[in-house]
Each structure stands twice: as structure tokens, then as C-alpha cells.
T-cell receptor
């Protein structure tokens, strides 16, 4: 089955700097890659996603890139702000219509 | 618009007691439905998913079960809870192959 590895597990950056979180997946048939943000005690919320026929997608300060050949995708957050502090999860969707999640990255933005 | 309801928000249950968590979706038909569990400070573990009424796929063998008695209703159950069943239970739905998941607000279960 699909396996998703996410790195790093924790990330601390200065406010205003950029943050990058990377994920790799194992199933070449996976075709949809969302990213979720989870604040403490709350539900995960979708922040950006990308389909396998697209290499890059951007939404304001957030961007996702996908390299199908290497089977990895990354989340880029620019001009980080304190409210970006949260746990971020990547995921990959298999043909069985289920999402397999990475283990999460705890992002801390230092003022 | 579509909404997902999950209840209760918190639950404290003794070991050996039964469990029933319910999730309903409004504003869509034939959604894919999922139950995930999240241990404290950990990732999201898929427990069950359903692509239609009466169709349940189990991901992890355990003392939990799931049922989908109606198109937009998904229930997670246990006959006898274990301490290891404690966690944050999340229901989610999606529409179609490229539909992103929308999660319910979750149930924080503590087994004592």
C-alpha cells in the first residue's frame, strides 16, 4: 500500500522567513496530494492541494510543488507569520479513494 | 453548501464500556466517508472508510467497528473499550476521486 514520509518532524523559523516541508510517497498511482493545517485541539483543515497533472500551485503565501518522477512534493510558506504556527500534514490519495497521511510537521514561528 | 456534523465533542468512558460515535453529512449525496484516529501528538490513522451504504473497509484490526446505515451517516462503535482506544476521533467526507477531505470537529475520547 501507499506510504508517505514527511520531514522534518519539527521546524522552527523566524517570523518573515520561509518554511519548507517535504514529503515522499511510494505508490506511483497516487494522483492527488493535499496539505492540511491543524491547530492545537482542532480539526485538520485543507490549505492547498495539487493533482498529479500539475507541477506547481500557489495561493498567496503558500505554494506546493510536485515531482512525479521522484515521487515527492513540498509545501512552501513564505513571509511566515505567528498564525502559521501549527502542525502540517501532507497526504497522498491512492486509487482506493483514501488518503494516506504523513506523520506531521510541527511548525513554530518565532517572533 | 455541505456540512459535516460529529458528536459528541468529548467523552469519558470506563474500560469495558461500549462506544458509539456518530457522523452525518448534509448537502451532498453518496459521499465517501472516513473514520480516523489521532493519538496525542501523533499522526492520523485511518480506521475505516466507506464508498457507499453498507460498504465498509477496515484498515486496522482492532476492537472497533463501523457501519453506514444511511447514505450520509457513519457510525463508529465498540462493544468493549480498551485504554488504548483513547484518542481524538475524526470523521471526514469527500466527493469523488479528486475531492479533498473535510473533517468533522472531532470527538476526544478518554478511556479510564
Amino acid at each position: 500500500g501507499e506510504n508517505v514520509e514527511q520531514h522534518p518532524s519539527t521546524l522552527s523559523v523566524q517570523e518573515g522567513d520561509s518554511a519548507v516541508i517535504k514529503c515522499t510517497y511510494s505508490d506511483s498511482a497516487s494522483n492527488y496530494f493535499p496539505w492540511y493545517k491543524q491547530e492545537l485541539g482542532k480539526r485538520p483543515q485543507l490549505i492547498i492541494d495539487i493533482r498529479s497533472n500539475v507541477g506547481e500551485k500557489k495561493d498567496q503565501r503558500i505554494a506546493v510543488t510536485l515531482n512525479k518522477t521522484a515521487k515527492h512534493f513540498s509545501l512552501h510558506i513564505t513571509e511566515t507569520q505567528p498564525e502559521d504556527s501549527a502542525v502540517y500534514f501532507c497526504a497522498a490519495r491512492t486509487g482506493a479513494q483514501k488518503l494516506v497521511f504523513g506523520q506531521g510537521t510541527r511548525l513554530t514561528i518565532n517572533p | 453548501s455541505q456540512t459535516i456534523h460529529q458528536w459528541p465533542a468529548t467523552l469519558v468512558q470506563p474500560v469495558g464500556s461500549p462506544l458509539s460515535l456518530e457522523c452525518t453529512v448534509e448537502g451532498t449525496s453518496n459521499p465517501n466517508l472516513y473514520w480516523y484516529r489521532q493519538a496525542a501528538g501523533r499522526g492520523l490513522q485511518l480506521l475505516f472508510y466507506s464508498v457507499g451504504i453498507g460498504q465498509i473497509s477496515s484498515e486496522v484490526p482492532q476492537n472497533l467497528s463501523a457501519s453506514r446505515p444511511q447514505d450520509r451517516q457513519f457510525i463508529l462503535s465498540s462493544k468493549k473499550l480498551l485504554l488504548s482506544d483513547s484518542g481524538f476521533y475524526l470523521c471526514a467526507w469527500s466527493a469523488g476521486e479528486y475531492g479533498g477531505y473535510t473533517f468533522g470537529s472531532g470527538t476526544r475520547l478518554t478511556v479510564v
